[in-house]
């Protein structure tokens, strides 16, 4: 009977351990745009960190990316916004810190292993404070069907006539439509076009920063320039190319209608699951021979800590695991394309992701000129430069025209350019 008894009381001991281990859990969640991630954070990124950090259990809650600073503002307002909250850089999460709803994250070990630049798009504009542990940039440039290429005799150009006699090529074979892209959705319009190729002409940061002290106006040579090549690529998009949307261009790609196709590098991922040809990358070609070359590198993506946060101790563990070495070569390899903006260098596996990144080695990397103050007002200058940069490959505005309503909208309310 002692013995029964024993046994019993040892059972409900241990069932109570089991019980008060599973109450200690703690549960902190993520708020994030990259819902096509969500397979690789649940299968891949989350197993890794829970298995170093007993007791903390994490949960990846994406929104759809049209639908994300929306539905955040509504939840942060609301009061049940998730723990983490997955950052766009510069001005969208800057308002939110400055809000009072991203925390302040200066101090968090994690931060050591960033340089300034890449906190930049995170911090305050002084530099003082910092909001988001940074995670990842993604690059521009062209993924290209080596197939393709290989079938038509074709060289990946290294300046703007090679690239426009590549593309004369392929029209004049009509195989394949010499370039992926629409103008249905005006970003893809700006975003792969206008960027991509402009910092070759204004310089990367040169230009940039000058836009920003007012040094340079955007009726300048170098701006104007840039919509003068980009106004040559309507001829090469295909036939509908207006009412074409992302969706279709990145369908007509993988499905091998398309030669070419203006990329981020975050395409490389569903690519490489959607394509079964050979795919290349080629840098923007240079407008001439010997320039310098300029890419664009753009901080896209951190991580920071909702203020109002019921768990800020096993948040800010997740977050410096977010700024280890280890996160970062998880992440990069996981989703390539999207390359670590940590100072410890990452072998990276996929060869198109290598290709891209191997970029930065030969050219001066910079960011989207329009994400960093300069679309703070009414009119917002980076949504009027979709609209702009659509208009100047359908050809219902002219570069000058164009220019001249961007300066003219940014004059209107940024002090440096009045």
């Not at 503002?73 to 009072?100: H, W, Y």
């Not at 370039?179 to 249905?184: F, L, Q, R, S, V």
């Not at 009726?219 to 009412?243: C, H, I, M, N, R």
């Not at 000058?400 to 961007?406: G, I, M, Y």
Request: charged fraction near 20%; include cysteine.
């Amino acid at each position: 009977m002692k013995l029964k008894l024993g046994m019993a009381l040892m059972a409900t001991t241990i069932l109570g351990s089991a019980l008060a281990a599973t109450a200690e859990d703690v549960t902190i969640t993520i708020e994030s745009w990259r819902s096509e991630d969500l397979s690789i954070w649940q299968d891949k990124i989350i197993p890794a960190f829970e298995a170093s950090h007993p007791g903390i259990k994490v949960k990846f809650t994406p929104t759809a990316p049209g639908e994300y600073n929306a539905a955040l503002n509504s939840k942060l307002e609301g009061g049940v916004a998730g723990d983490m909250i997955t950052c766009r850089p510069f001005d969208q999460s800057l308002l939110i810190f400055e809000k009072g709803q991203l925390a302040d994250l200066t101090d968090l070990d994690a931060m050591g292993n960033f340089a300034a630049v890449a906190k930049s798009a995170w911090s305050t504009d002084d530099g003082s404070k910092t909001f988001c542990v940074p995670m990842a940039s993604v690059i521009h440039g062209f993924i290209y069907n080596k197939d393709a290429f290989k079938e038509l005799g074709l060289e990946v150009p290294q300046t703007e006539d090679e690239f426009f006699a590549v593309l004369d090529k392929i029209k004049a074979d009509s195989t394949y439509i010499p370039m992926a892209m629409g103008t249905h959705d005006e970003w893809e319009s700006s975003t792969m076009g206008y960027y991509n190729i402009g910092s070759n002409y204004w310089k990367g940061e040169e230009g940039r920063l000058a836009i920003i002290n007012g040094t340079q106006k955007l009726t300048d040579a170098p701006w104007v320039d840039a919509f003068k090549s980009l106004a040559k690529w309507g001829a090469y998009l295909g036939d509908g190319y207006e009412a074409q949307t992302y969706p279709d261009s990145q369908n007509l790609f993988t499905l091998g209608r398309a030669a070419i196709y203006p990329a981020g590098s975050w395409e490389i991922s569903g690519f490489n699951a959607q394509a079964d040809f050979e795919m290349g990358a080629f840098k923007p070609p240079v407008p001439v021979a010997g320039n310098d070359c300029y890419i664009s590198d753009h901080t896209d993506i951190g991580m920071g800590m909702n203020a109002a946060s019921k768990h800020p101790e096993e948040t800010k563990a997740f977050l410096n695991w977010v700024g280890s070495l280890e996160f970062a070569s998880l992440y990069s390899n996981a989703l390539p394309g999207f390359f670590s903006l940590s100072n410890e260098p990452v072998t990276l596996e996929d060869p198109l992701a290598q290709e891209f990144v191997s970029w930065r080695k030969d050219c001066h990397s910079t960011i989207r000129p329009t994400y960093q103050i300069l679309s703070r007002g009414t009119p917002n200058l980076e949504t009027e430069m979709g609209n702009a940069s659509a208009n100047v490959i359908k050809g219902t505005e002219t570069p000058e025209a164009a220019a001249e309503r961007l300066q003219k909208g940014l004059a209107s309310w940024y002090a440096p350019q009045q």
